[in-house]
């Protein structure tokens, strides 16, 4: 079985910390939460269905005794594991030199995931892999503390809270992965996959629900004004910003109350991978919405053609070819 390298570039520190905010450390741990986050995003995008493994209805089901019996786990448990059936991959992250990284990526810094297959791995789980690798290069980010929103407020800018993290490039993909959509969706689809659970509460972190604005960020402007908060209906004062402008549903949502996420999430360094993005929610707020929002902040937005959007963008990374 042969080992798989993604050769990336770190454009900003990758926060890969624990908890209690000690970052100094680079955990591997890490990195793999944030692939399994986005490569569950992907799964759903393509109408497979993906576990929450934080939630009560992770994998195993447990009416199911045996790990090889279909219907045992999802698609994604099947690559990452879950009780009863262990990930099918180790992962290494290596230097250019193939010397274990100990410390935290920093900006610049080149870097490369090696995945050793501990069991074989199917053409398309490595396809998938390789499609989530990009979709946090090109749309998303990696890492954990990846909530945080920049700020133009110059006395502020270096403030860990304000500094950007986890935004990566990919230099090199490993040849040969057949990949495209509709070998990709045939799997996640494959009968074998647990599917009977409820996902209401995380179906939202799709690709079909996604979107992303590549080249624009949201930010404080100053004690009085924040786009950011603007656009997620928080109040736009500083001291109020944990408000909400309007207690609506969606604002609600899109600016996540405790232990849950916010739904939008800005960029602004470095200049070049410059990007906002975030998820709508069927039957809660859709895309033109958001739209809507952004338009507010941004002057000469233009959406049609800068506001990439679900389908679209699942399209355009399955219709990559090889090599970068
Ligand atoms: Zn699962």
Redesign the pocket.
Known sequence: MEVKDWQLKALTPIWTGDAGGNGDRLIPTGIMGALRWWFEVLVRGLGGR??D?TTEV???DKNVQQADKPGH?????ELFG?TGWARKFRLMVLDEHDQVIQNQIQADQTFILRFVPLRPIREEEWCLLDATLRLIADYGAMGGKTVFKPSDESNRQNQLHHQDFGIVAVDRRPEGIDCNQQLASTFVHGSRN?RNFQDNSFSWASLQHFWCVKGRYLARQDSQRSSFNRVIGRDMRKNRSQQLFQNTNINRWLAGRQQESKKVFSFKHPEVARRTFGFVKPRLVNFQEIESRLGQVWSEFEAEHEFQQGEQIIEKLFQMKEGI
């Open positions: 993906a576990c493994p992770r994998c195993p786990h999802c698609v994604v448990c879950c647990r």
